[in-house]
């Protein structure tokens, strides 16, 4: 791309020339004059309106985060809104946000335009947890939710994530609707800036006690809690929403020895001690490894800025810390929760649990074992809380996750739940405690019944345009040309998930539809049953690859020796698929 792209500099006149403020017109003059580099990535395409909102860089320009952006995007929400809820005589909407840059900030204009247009808005009177937020919405009888984060994302990144009237994400059809609602809002004439006080109520303490009663709700083992009150915690928010939320739970479960880490307590969208603020990356749970290790805790628990994720490290039987990765994590949390139902005479048939397609299969073979349901959906949370809303009344949800460290016990929040995760992983660690383990040993406990199963992720960052076009042209060459071998392994099925089909390789013409709806996702399952999964992100300028595999463990001496083994089969395969 030229520097000057025509169509980028007619882009980024209009925005010299529009009604836009005098600050944005002079941060535009700059980048034309300046930076023609970030003038083309600011302005070379609008910033979508996905499937569950908004995340972008902040910035100016069409293809970033900024007042008018998120002016339109809440527009066209509020259109679509009142389409959906004719006969409702105001529409309610609750908003929160995390500690992000700007997150204020966007939160204010989201609910001056949701005002304007005549809404009832519940706005919290300061941060706020993720699944707090699709508590509230449930909670206050409200017909949709914005909650302003960007996640796990760089200090760079905000975001807009928009919920239903269930609590959860949009999910079709109401995703592609809001999107079209958004794509006719051309100019921001179009956009109602200035808001309605009268409109507005705040939120505090009041709705922190009532999420904290319904969490309480879902606790299995409420005396061991009391009995192994004892049990050191170390808790770090990295300077997130759950630096208040997560240690008052973890008090009204039982536990009173909530250890922080003062450092990372100080909210901020600068996440001064951190590279990324992602619990998922070792880095991240540095410094509460070192408090760890000064007050020797049996546990560490690092949540995500908008408490949505939750990152573990446990003893090993050495006594050396180590990192769950999040399908183990969902192990543990997932086997206790199994166990504890058929303990307490809960289990009836009727039960079933929720993982994404990436997660872990060790989940379904436990679920198999307790006589209850287990459904794949697709990647992102929004599908689980799809499929509980499916069955309410039908069946009952005792839990659910997915490989990207995000789970969720109970029904009463719609979205994967830190808060309630570190709660019910504390509960597990007492419980443990109470039959003479640790959650290492329980873990491995676990692969001896089921079989050892080793998970990696890698994430091939692609960014800008020219990245774009790249991740692409992968995920077309994968498709259009499958790979017949492996690392030594024929591929035995191939599932592709954008055309709704999995075709069984050693049989001619032998595939079966697969009932989820569309995606661009592939799946290669090996002769020897690894499994390799390869998905653009949808919120990252990423393409995700996804390895399982999985051996018998036949005595718990044995681990340590065949996760080595299993670790190197997956960089086999990697090595083998040249991926770069």
Not at 20 to 27: C, L, S, W
Not at 373 to 378: A, I, Q, S
Not at 536 to 559: M, R
Request: glycine share 8%.
């Amino acid at each position: 791309m030229n520097p000057v792209d025509e169509a980028v500099m007619k882009k980024a006149r209009q925005w010299m020339e529009g009604g836009f403020d005098d600050e944005t017109k002079n941060q535009v003059k700059t980048l034309m004059e300046n930076d023609p580099k970030e003038l083309t990535e600011a302005f070379y395409q609008d910033l979508e309106f996905g499937t569950g909102g908004l995340r972008g860089i902040m910035g100016v320009g069409t293809n970033r985060m900024n007042k008018y952006t998120v002016g339109m995007a809440t527009q066209g929400l509020a259109n679509y809104l009142k389409q959906s809820f004719p006969g409702k005589d105001q529409i309610r909407v609750a908003i929160a946000h995390d500690c992000r840059n700007n997150s204020t900030f966007f939160t204010e204009i989201t609910a001056k335009i949701f005002s304007a247009n005549g809404f009832k808005v519940f706005l919290f009177d300061a941060l706020r947890p993720t699944p707090q937020l699709s508590f509230a919405i449930r909670h206050l009888d409200c017909q949709g939710g914005v909650m302003i984060t960007a996640s796990h994302n760089p200090k760079e990144y905000n975001g807009y994530k928009v919920y239903w009237e269930d609590g959860g994400q949009l999910i079709a059809p109401h995703d592609k609707n809001v999107i079209q609602e958004v794509q006719k809002i051309k100019d921001i004439s179009q956009v109602r800036f200035s808001g309605e006080e009268k409109n507005i109520e705040t939120l505090g303490a009041e709705m922190d006690e009532a999420y904290i009663e319904a969490l309480k709700g879902v606790s299995l083992s409420p005396e061991l809690n009391q009995k192994h009150q004892d049990l050191k915690i170390v808790f770090t928010p990295i300077h997130g929403t759950a630096v208040k939320l997560a240690p008052m739970a973890l008090k009204a479960y039982g536990f009173n020895k909530v250890i922080n880490v003062p450092e990372q307590d100080i909210v901020s969208g600068d996440f001064p001690t951190v590279v990324s603020p992602n619990p998922e990356e070792p880095a991240a749970l540095k410094m509460a490894l070192e408090k760890a290790r000064k007050v020797d805790a049996e546990l560490v628990m690092a949540t995500d800025p908008d408490a949505d994720r939750v990152g573990v490290a446990v003893k090993d039987r050495s006594g050396e810390y180590v990192l769950l990765n999040g399908n183990q994590t969902a192990t543990l949390l997932i086997y206790y929760l199994l166990e504890k139902w058929k303990e307490n005479g809960k289990l009836t048939g009727k039960e079933y649990i929720v993982k994404t397609i990436v997660t872990t299969e060790l989940l379904k073979k436990m679920a198999i074992s307790y006589n209850v349901d287990c459904y794949d959906v697709l990647t992102g949370f929004k599908f689980i809380a799809e499929k509980i809303r499916l069955l309410e009344g039908k069946k009952t949800f005792i839990g659910g996750g997915e490989e990207s460290y995000g789970y969720l016990v109970g029904d009463y929040v719609r979205d994967k739940d830190a808060i309630v995760s570190c709660c019910m992983i504390a509960e597990a660690a007492a419980w443990a405690r109470e039959n003479g383990k640790s959650l290492y040993e329980l873990l491995i406990d676990i692969y001896v019944s089921y079989g050892i199963h080793f998970e990696k992720l890698l994430s091939l960052t692609k960014k800008g345009k020219e990245g774009m076009e790249e991740i692409r042209e992968l995920m077309e060459k994968f498709r259009n040309d499958p790979p017949k071998e492996i690392n030594g392994q024929r591929v035995a099925t191939i599932k592709d998930y954008k055309a709704g089909v999995a075709k069984e390789m050693f049989y001619v013409n032998k595939h079966y539809p697969i009932d989820l709806p569309s995606a661009n996702v592939l799946q290669f399952i090996l002769e020897d049953g690894s499994k390799i999964t390869m998905r653009p992100s949808g919120t990252e300028p990423k393409i995700k690859f996804y390895f399982g595999a999985e051996a018998a463990l036949d005595k718990a001496e044995d681990f340590e020796k065949e996760q080595e083994n299993l670790e190197k089969k997956i960089d086999a395969i990697i090595q083998s698929m040249d991926l770069k």
